[in-house]
């Protein structure tokens, strides 16, 4: 069995200092500081933290790598198009709404989803249970 004292996430930006100013000032999330040289750690509440470092091979993925669960999606798309961000329609799991929302409403779920991306093009999610 794995032990462990804490998990977080890792994400592999092409400049960090970049990547930064986007989480803090498009976000509005706490940069705790540097945790080693090219690193910048954000906590995002409950305890919960990721850490943006410089990847000299950075390559954007093809799925989410980080997902914000929103009370009111709609809300939360309209602040991150205040700020500039724009939603990403192409790589969602299939057809959006005219402001890019995926509603995924069958017999077991309902669930609405925003992917928006950073400036190291990696996808971020948006995620509103119903």
């Known amino acids: 069995m794995l032990q462990y004292k804490k998990s977080f996430c890792v994400i592999g930006v092409a400049n960090v200092s ?9 976000l509005g999330l ?3 500081g540097e945790q080693w040289p ?7 509440g409950d305890g919960k933290s990721f850490i943006l470092y410089n990847d000299k091979n950075h390559r954007p993925g093809t799925g989410a790598v980080l997902t ?17 961000i724009g939603i990403d329609k192409e790589d969602a799991a299939g057809p959006t709404d005219a402001r890019g929302i995926l509603h995924i ?3 077991s779920v309902r669930l609405n989803v ?13 995620l509103q249970f119903e």
Do not use: C, T, W
């Open 18 to 26: 970049e990547a930064e100013k986007f989480y803090r000032d498009k």
């Open 30 to 32: 706490v940069s705790k």
């Open 38 to 44: 090219g690193s910048q750690l954000f906590e995002i």
């Open 68 to 84: 914000f669960h929103v009370d009111d999606i709609d809300a939360a798309v309209d602040g991150l198009v205040a700020a500039g």
């Open 105 to 107: 409403h069958n017999e």
């Open 114 to 126: 925003a992917l928006f991306k950073d400036p190291s093009g990696n996808i971020l999610s948006l």
